[in-house]
């Protein structure tokens, strides 16, 4: 097995990774509680590769830990590969009067001065375009975009009236995009996951169904999806989704649930937005009540789908606890090389406490994986930590994560 620490590779061209024939992985900090007085805590960690293979990540920055609280959204930016970070920057403000959303304001710990920015979508364009939704107080939706990899964006527009379009089928009081980097299909369709809550049960975030918005025209104007999987007694609480383009064009999403068999939702349709299949559980990708992430690698002939999530049904003290586990260990990636019908077996990326993730596949092939992580139980996690590898640590089965951590929070002299 091959691993370095990253400071010994810095001199190195940034595809010495994806070219390297054994196993490599390699993992950084872009983000740890502690580094910025303002934020108490870093959660919803999202990927994504610009058209000229800038990579992007960007999470919630909270001034306190919950999902309520005062928050904004920092992006960092890489060019080379992901191993050298630009430092930190807020990247979304909505101006005007600000109003808490009324289903928050019931909850004992929600401060209604707080400013709550969430659930940053970002989806690369082919054309080079980077766009993003996201929301203000889990009640309004803007869409904003950037011409130069992420360095700059657009004034944010208002779509909240797409969500409107829901309220005859499902009257929401919350509404969340993604988490996650949402698609763009062959036909340059762009998909965005969303999710909707009456705000009536816990955190005012349940119950809840999943459905899409898309957009036809490069991001100037967006429609609703059908919604794809209810709540239902056999679908609990069907929220936080991600999307993936089957290789024969049809739109497989892969859904978080709070179901009592803790497996993954999955439905599909011909277009991302309509016709959806009965959701069905996947039986090979576990639930243990957390984000996932999910991406396509294509690189070198091969064509495979990836998926990331906590492979945990246990509590911290090794006993089985089905229906109330929440215990965010062992963070693993799985492959399909059958379009998501059948998947490897989990191959741990982070044995301890481990939490949201998201992937994504450079130009030179290779992984990317950002995620929650830390040496404590915790809902989100001490820091978020982009861990670096290639197909080969992937199905080695011998390859194991021990590289070391350095954290990369000042300002990067080769990212801009």
């Not at 293979?53 to 920092?74: M, P």
């Not at 969303?194 to 025209?217: E, F, K, M, Q």
């Not at 861990?387 to 300002?411: I, M, Y």
Request: a negative charge; charged letters at 20%; proline letters at 6%.
């Amino acid at each position: 097995m091959f691993t370095r620490i990253l400071p010994l590779l810095a001199c190195l061209g940034g595809s010495l990774l994806a070219a390297a024939t054994g196993p490599v992985l390699e993992k950084q900090n872009l983000f740890v509680v502690g580094d910025n007085p303002d934020y108490t805590r870093y959660h919803i960690p999202g990927l994504a590769v610009s058209a000229r293979g800038t990579v992007l990540a960007w999470c919630e920055a909270r001034k306190t830990a919950g999902d309520w609280a005062d928050i904004r959204v920092l992006l960092r930016r890489s060019t080379d590969d992901g191993r050298t970070w630009s430092a930190p920057v807020s990247i979304v403000d909505v101006a005007g009067p600000h109003v808490k959303n009324s289903a928050s304001l019931r909850l004992s710990d929600v401060n209604a001065t707080d400013r709550t920015y969430n659930n940053p979508v970002l989806i690369a364009d082919r054309d080079g375009t980077v766009h993003m939704v996201f929301c203000l107080e889990y009640m309004r939706s803007f869409y904003q975009r950037s011409e130069d990899d992420g360095v700059s964006w657009s004034e944010p527009v208002e779509i909240t009236d797409v969500f409107n379009g829901f309220r005859p089928e499902y009257d929401w009081k919350v509404l969340a995009t993604g988490p996650n980097h949402g698609i763009q299909l062959r036909t340059g369709r762009l998909i965005v996951p969303v999710w909707l809550s009456t705000g009536t049960g816990g955190n005012a975030h349940r119950p809840s169904v999943t459905s899409t918005i898309y957009s036809d025209d490069g991001g100037k104007t967006w429609q609703r999806g059908e919604i794809a999987v209810p709540c239902t007694d056999e679908f609990v609480n069907p929220n936080e989704t991600v999307a993936i383009e089957l290789s024969d064009g049809r739109v497989m999403l892969n859904v978080r649930n709070e179901s009592p068999n803790h497996r993954r939702l999955v439905t599909i349709s011909p277009d991302g937005a309509t016709g959806w299949s009965e959701p069905y559980f996947d039986d090979a990708l576990i639930e243990p009540i957390c984000m996932a992430g999910l991406v396509r690698y294509r690189h070198a002939g091969r064509s495979l789908l990836l998926f990331s999530n906590p492979d945990n049904l246990t509590r911290a003290d090794g006993e089985a606890a089905p229906g109330r586990s929440r215990d965010r260990r062992n963070l693993s990636i799985r492959s399909s090389d059958d379009e998501g019908r059948t998947w490897s077996a989990a191959k741990t990326l982070e044995p301890g406490w481990s939490m949201y993730s998201d992937s994504a596949v450079t130009p030179a092939g290779t992984i990317l994986c950002f995620y929650g992580s830390g040496p404590e139980r915790h809902f989100a996690g001490e820091q978020l930590t982009l861990a670096r590898f290639n197909l080969a640590w992937l199905l080695d089965d011998s390859a194991q994560a021990t590289s070391s951590r350095p954290d990369v929070n000042g300002p990067a002299t080769v990212a801009r």
